[in-house]
């Protein structure tokens, strides 16, 4: 079949040693990505989603989430078009009837057609769902390829006295944008008037640069694989001069210690930032750029604290609420939002990954690119949307 490469073939034939990063524009394979938080999935509630390109439904039955192509095998029309549950455990298709096992994929009758030789010998695609700390993630990818979620989430998100809470909304750029905007120190330039001044005391330099040794890489076998950035190690930039006049300053404070706001960036397989210290010392904001599409990620933002007894769960989840979801989600990450959309239509034709202009401290965007080309399990093609 003749079709369209996803990745323009000149543009990969010029680069190094990231290309699998940017042949990975729907983003990579065989990981876990969270879709939904759990709670919007009530026991016999079915939803469409998507990820990597693929339209996918998903379920909850007695307690468990499963996950289903959403693409009848007869004539490819979505099944999600006119849902028909006759049983809880089953979907029929609206037009001719096939009917499809959610547990399974298997196609257990054709309700029109019930002696049908295709009977119990074909299946739906299917994917396996998971939950954890208040998340639904699914595992897209190959069967034999499914491993511990573990490995696709930042270290620590996983303790069990974690609270994580968060939201999730569509942005509209590709997800590499997203996550390169999380992770690229230099873009502290662009939260210098925050909103989120109003409501603690900051640090915030203008821009700052990684010395030696901020930058670490992490490959363990066993583990998540990621690059972290130590804000320690870096040195700051508090005062943008032009001409011998200084024209903006960073927020700085003598009362706190430590040259920024966060202590420090890491981003992990298969896009996961993890940020220590924020909004505020004590709690940890991790996020995820999802690949819908494209052209679109779902921006996954929760913000994580250790908490030993009710009495704190509520308390973080009181000022969640208040604080840290309209000042830190909504106004801090809007300008990281607006920024990625905004990127996004020198990136569209591929053609940015060559005609961009680095500078050092993007030297960490690198260190990312080259691991996710080396780490990622796999490129979502196109042919896999088939
Ligand atoms: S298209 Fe689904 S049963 Fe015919
Ligand atoms: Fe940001």
Not at 196 to 206: A, E, G, M, W
Request: hydrophobic share 35%; charged share 25%; glycine share 10%.
């Amino acid at each position: 079949m003749n079709e369209e490469p996803l990745v323009n073939p000149e543009v990969l034939s010029m680069i190094g040693d990231w290309k699998g990063y940017v042949e990975a524009k729907l983003g990579f394979r065989n990981h876990w990505y969270p879709i939904r938080f759990s709670k919007e999935l009530a026991e016999g509630q079915l939803e469409v989603v998507e990820l990597m390109g693929e339209k996918l439904l998903i379920k909850r039955i007695d307690g468990q989430v499963y996950v289903m192509r959403d693409r009848c095998l007869h004539r490819g029309v979505p099944l999600s078009r006119k849902p028909d549950c006759y049983t809880k455990d089953t979907i029929t298709c609206w037009y001719h009837g096939y009917t499809y096992r959610f547990q399974t994929g298997e196609l257990t009758n054709i309700l029109a057609v019930p002696d049908s030789r295709l009977i119990k010998r074909r299946k739906i695609v299917t994917y396996p769902a998971t939950e954890a700390q208040g998340l639904i993630f699914i595992f897209l990818g190959d069967e034999d390829q499914v491993h511990d979620l573990k490995k696709d989430v930042p270290p620590g998100f996983l303790d069990e006295d974690r609270l994580v809470l968060g939201k999730h909304r569509v942005v509209n750029s590709n997800w590499r944008l997203g996550a390169e905007n999380g992770f690229d120190g230099l873009h502290i330039f662009i939260h210098k008037d925050t909103t989120l001044r109003h409501y603690r005391t900051f640090n915030f330099p203008i821009g700052h640069t990684p010395l030696p040794g901020a930058v670490q890489v992490i490959e363990e076998e066993d583990g998540p694989k990621g690059v972290m950035d130590d804000f320690a190690l870096h040195k700051p930039v508090w005062d943008g001069v032009i001409d011998g006049e200084v024209v903006v300053s960073g927020p700085r404070s003598t009362q706190i210690k430590g040259t920024s706001a966060a202590a420090g960036t890491s981003i992990w397989m298969p896009g996961v930032l993890k940020v220590d210290n924020f909004p505020i010392g004590g709690l940890t904001q991790y996020e995820w750029y999802v690949p819908l599409d494209e052209g679109r990620h779902l921006y996954v933002q929760t913000i994580g604290k250790p908490c030993k007894d009710e009495q704190e769960r509520l308390s973080f989840a009181n000022d969640f609420e208040a604080i840290w979801k309209p000042h830190g989600l909504d106004g801090f990450n809007a300008d990281d939002i607006w920024a990625r959309e905004v990127t996004e239509p020198f990136y569209q034709d591929d053609y940015g990954w060559v005609d961009e202009m680095l500078c050092e401290p993007d030297e960490t965007i690198l260190e990312w690119r080259r691991l996710a080309s080396r780490q990622g399990r796999g490129i979502q093609q196109k042919s896999d949307l088939r």
